[in-house]
Structures are given as structure tokens and as C-alpha cells.
């Protein structure tokens, strides 16, 4: 038998361990199990917003995903939006279910696991410049603004798609960026931002919307890329050089030839000042290409419009002109097109250059000549000799 005290001190320390038990706080569960049970079933698993429940409120939830929240979800805006709730939403105030620790445990989770800061590089840049330029139409999650997909044809660019990716090399963005897109709602922001900011919100996008897993190829293959690597690459950047290449199979053009050709042909579509506005342009869509526009006129060079003019363009109106006239007679054409329309856009950037005013494409070796009409240098003998009069109009060829 124990003597009686000996069991009074058992029954008393038995009785504190107990008390203990019961006063004592349960450990806190981590914050990833923390966010599971309590946030992901509105912000989605890993913050993506995509959670069923989520989809059916508006304002929707939070998407910690998007790119587009990077600058104004600072680490106290989360903590006071979970503490205390968000005015306006469902999101609800957790300030009396969770301790400050926990809350803060939370906000911590959110900024260094589901943010895009996570991709590892410094695009506050691009971010803000995105932001304040491009979202209103392109959308602040990159997948085109809610008005903008039914209020402007063609709509902006989603750049989220399987399409984007492949599609869109670095240099084809930066030279959208910079000149516009014709044809679209997309301006040239060439007078509006320098080329570093050009290439940083287009390295943003990128890496943001087109790439978010990190995966952010330098150059992604372009879609419909020339089988021939010496073809004419459509999607190459500007280069001052590239826009004077001579005439193709060595053919020097009548520019004469041309312009009546052109007035009587193509001008009914493309407009006899080439901006597009011909009288058929209201019915046609794609709309006939401007080549008064910026990005014409620094990107269709000779090769270029020899081209489209040969073999068309796919899913528009512009025919294949190589089985109605010869090759000489696109030459004239194509020349007249150059000359009159695209050349003016290729002086104006020289004199940028000269101007030290443009700073992002390099001036050639050799100040390209101005090109004279009549003679365009040591092309070789004419490959066929232009006729003395341009057929008459040819029915059902608009372009």
C-alpha cells in the first residue's frame, strides 16, 4: 500500500496535467492546408480563381494568379483584405476565426506561392506599363477584355491561347508593339514608349499570359514559317536594309505601267491613295490592307508584295494574280505599291535614324539609296519586256 500522502501528490499532479491538457492551444495547421480549407474553394487550388464556387459570384474572386495585381497586392493589403473582409464581394472578414499569425501565415503563402512574382524575373516594368496601356483592351488577365471581344473586329489579341504561343515570336510582339497591327485597333506606340519599354512589356506578356509555367522559349517557331530559308520571313522585326531588297528574279518595274494597272485593278479595294478605303472595302472583311499604315510600311518590302501579289492571301478576297499576269507585269505593280505608298515610311525612319532620334533598330553599314524609279541599280537585263499598255480591268479580281 502507498502511504496516503504519497497518493494525494499522485492525484494532485494527475489532476494539473489534466487542467493542462485542456488549457493548452492545439498546434496551428500550416498555411498551404490553411488556404485549402478556407480560401481555395472561391480562389481555386492554386489561386487561379477558377474554382467552381468562385465562377458563380461576381465581382468574381481574386485571381492571385494574375499578373495584373502584382503592384497593388502588397503583403499589408492581404492581411487587412482577409482580416477584415472586402466591401462589395463575398469575400468575408476572418479576423475573429483566425489568430494574427495565421493571417499573416496566409498572406505570406499567397505572395510567395500562387503570385507571378514567383517566375523569377523583375517585370514591375512591363507589368505597369501593361497595365496602364494594354489591359484596357487585351484584358488584365491577358485573354482580351470582356467589351472588347464583341465591341472591336478582328478582337485583340488573346494571348493566352495554344494560337498566341505559337504564333507569336518575341520579335513579331515587339514589332507589333512598336508599328500596330493594320487593319486592327492596335496602334503604334513607337511615339509613346522607347524600345526598352517595348521590350519589356512584351517580355512580360510572355512570360505572364503566353508562358506562365516559366517555360518562356527565346523564340518559339513562328507559324507558317517559310519552308525556304532564303523566302522572305513576313513575320521578321524592321530592319532598314530588308525594306530596300531589290526586285525579285533580278525584274526592273515600268512604274507607269503600274500605276494604271493599279488604278484600274486594285484601287477599288485598297483605295487610290492605298489606305484601304476603296469603294469595295466596306464589304470586304478582312479589310483590304492598308499600305499607308505604319506597319506596312515597315514590313512590305519589294519581296514582300511580290509575293502576296503572286499567290494571294489566304482566307480573304486578295486573289492569286500569277495566272492572270506575268510575272513582269506584278513586277510593275509591286514597284508602284513600294514607291508610292510604302517607300515615304521607309524615308521618315531614315531620317529618324540619321536624326539619332530612333534608337531601336541600328542604321545600315550604308545609308540605303533613296530608290529611283527608273533605274533600281544592277538588276540584271528585264526578264520580260513590260507592255507598251496595261491590260484593261479584269473582272472578279479586286485586288
Known amino acids: 500500500m502507498f502511504p496516503n500522502w504519497l497518493f494525494a501528490v499522485f492525484l494532485v499532479g494527475l489532476s494539473g496535467n489534466v487542467c493542462a491538457a485542456q488549457t493548452a492551444s492545439p498546434p496551428e495547421p500550416p498555411a498551404p492546408d490553411l488556404f485549402r480549407k478556407s480560401c481555395a474553394t472561391c480562389h481555386g487550388a492554386k489561386g487561379e480563381g477558377n474554382a467552381k464556387l468562385g465562377n458563380t459570384m461576381s465581382p468574381p474572386p481574386r485571381r492571385f494568379a494574375d499578373p495584373a495585381g502584382m503592384m497593388e497586392l502588397t503583403r499589408e493589403r492581404i492581411i487587412a483584405s482577409i482580416r477584415d473582409g472586402r466591401p462589395g464581394t463575398a469575400m468575408p472578414a476572418w479576423g475573429t476565426t483566425l489568430s494574427t499569425a495565421q493571417i499573416e501565415a496566409l498572406a505570406d503563402f499567397i505572395r510567395e506561392r500562387l503570385m507571378p512574382s514567383a517566375i523569377g524575373i523583375d517585370h514591375s516594368q512591363g507589368q505597369q506599363i501593361y497595365a496602364k496601356n494594354c489591359s484596357v483592351c487585351h484584358g488584365d488577365r491577358g485573354d482580351t477584355a470582356v467589351w472588347a471581344q464583341s465591341g472591336l473586329t478582328p478582337a485583340p489579341r488573346n494571348f493566352t491561347t495554344d494560337t498566341a504561343r505559337k504564333e507569336l515570336s518575341k520579335d513579331r510582339m515587339i514589332f507589333s508593339i512598336t508599328y ?75 512604274l507607269s505601267w503600274g500605276k494604271q494597272f493599279y488604278e484600274k485593278n486594285c484601287a477599288t479595294c485598297h483605295g ?87 534608337h531601336d533598330h541600328a542604321p545600315p553599314s550604308a545609308p540605303p539609296k533613296t530608290a529611283d524609279h527608273g533605274d533600281h541599280g544592277d538588276h540584271g537585263d528585264h526578264a520580260t519586256t513590260p507592255p507598251a499598255d496595261p491590260p484593261p480591268t479584269t473582272s472578279g479580281h479586286a485586288h
Open 180 to 254: 500596330g497591327r493594320s487593319e486592327t485597333a492596335m496602334p503604334a506606340w513607337n511615339e509613346r514608349l522607347t524600345g526598352d519599354e517595348i521590350r519589356a512589356v512584351a517580355d512580360y506578356i510572355r512570360a505572364a499570359f503566353m508562358f506562365p509555367d516559366g517555360q518562356v522559349p527565346d523564340q518559339p517557331a513562328q507559324a507558317g514559317q517559310p519552308a525556304d530559308p532564303k523566302a522572305h520571313d513576313h513575320a521578321a522585326h524592321f530592319d532598314l536594309k530588308s525594306m530596300q531588297e531589290p526586285m525579285p528574279e533580278k525584274l526592273q518595274a515600268d
Open 272 to 358: 487610290k491613295d492605298g489606305d484601304g478605303q476603296g469603294p469595295r472595302s466596306s464589304f470586304i472583311n478582312p479589310k483590304p490592307r492598308n499600305f499607308r499604315h505604319t506597319a506596312s510600311q515597315h514590313k512590305m518590302n519589294r519581296p514582300h508584295l511580290f509575293e502576296i501579289i503572286t499567290n494571294g492571301t489566304p482566307r480573304s478576297e486578295m486573289p492569286a494574280w500569277r495566272s492572270v499576269i506575268t510575272k513582269q507585269e506584278i513586277a510593275n505593280i509591286t514597284e508602284y505599291v513600294f514607291a508610292t505608298f510604302i517607300q515615304p515610311g521607309i524615308a521618315k525612319e531614315l531620317e529618324k535614324t540619321m536624326d539619332h532620334d530612333h
